[in-house]
């Protein structure tokens, strides 16, 4: 079965400010080095007690791997086999980008191995709220703030429900991101 994903370009535009230009420089990583410390960290917190939709420490993480050149349809990074492995092109070592990735990999598993995450669109309001929540607690109140308000310009819906579990909200983040402006 498949499922339109129809928020995904929305996604893009909203993100794009965050991995080019100015906007990107918060959260570049020197290295991939770097790079592989901060995965590290990203399942090491989905595992952890801090958050309150543990992953099951069984739930393998994806390796991650980093390539020269773009893939063959032109985009920068790409989950492979639904879960086993990351590919990140080496030019484009970027915190938001590598929380998108995982988000994709923490979205699955939280459908269980019957399938339902095949169910529900890759960029859907499911996954952007797990993105905005890894946002927050791996880079901070800041990368949260802009994504939250890049999602509300660009279109990008999300579960507000899902969000105040894990005791975030959107309407705060857009009055800090309209304060800081």
């Keep these: 079965?498949?499922?339109?994903?129809?928020?995904?370009?929305?996604?893009?535009?909203?993100?794009?400010?965050?991995?080019?230009?100015?906007?990107?420089?918060?959260?570049?990583?020197?290295?991939?080095?770097?790079?592989?410390?901060?995965?590290?960290?990203?399942?090491?917190?989905?595992?952890?007690?801090?958050w309150p939709l543990r992953l099951q420490?069984?739930?393998?993480a994806p390796r991650l791997e980093f390539t020269e050149r773009m893939s063959a349809s032109?985009?920068?990074?790409?989950?492979?086999?639904?879960?086993?492995?990351?590919?990140?092109?080496?030019?484009?070592?970027?915190?938001?980008?590598?929380?998108?990735?995982?988000?994709?990999?923490a979205h699955r598993w939280l459908y269980p191995a019957i399938g339902l995450w095949r169910c529900v669109p890759s960029h859907g309001p499911q996954w952007a709220s797990l993105y905005l929540i890894l946002a927050y607690h791996l880079i901070g109140p800041g990368c949260y703030s802009s994504l939250v308000r890049r999602f509300d310009e660009c279109g990008v819906g999300v579960h507000a429900e899902f969000l105040w579990m894990c005791g975030l909200t959107v309407s705060s983040a857009l009055q800090e991101a309209e304060a800081a402006a």
Aim: glycine letters at 8%.
């Design 74 to 105: 032109g985009r920068y990074t790409a989950m492979k086999d639904g879960r086993d492995r990351i590919r990140i092109r080496a030019g484009m070592l970027n915190k938001v980008l590598l929380i998108h990735e995982y988000a994709h990999w």
């Design 1 to 50: 079965m498949s499922v339109r994903d129809s928020q995904r370009s929305r996604v893009y535009n909203a993100e794009s400010p965050l991995f080019y230009g100015e906007g990107a420089r918060p959260y570049l990583l020197g290295s991939t080095r770097d790079a592989l410390e901060f995965a590290r960290r990203i399942v090491d917190f989905c595992a952890g007690e801090q």
């Design 57 to 60: 420490p069984h739930w393998a």
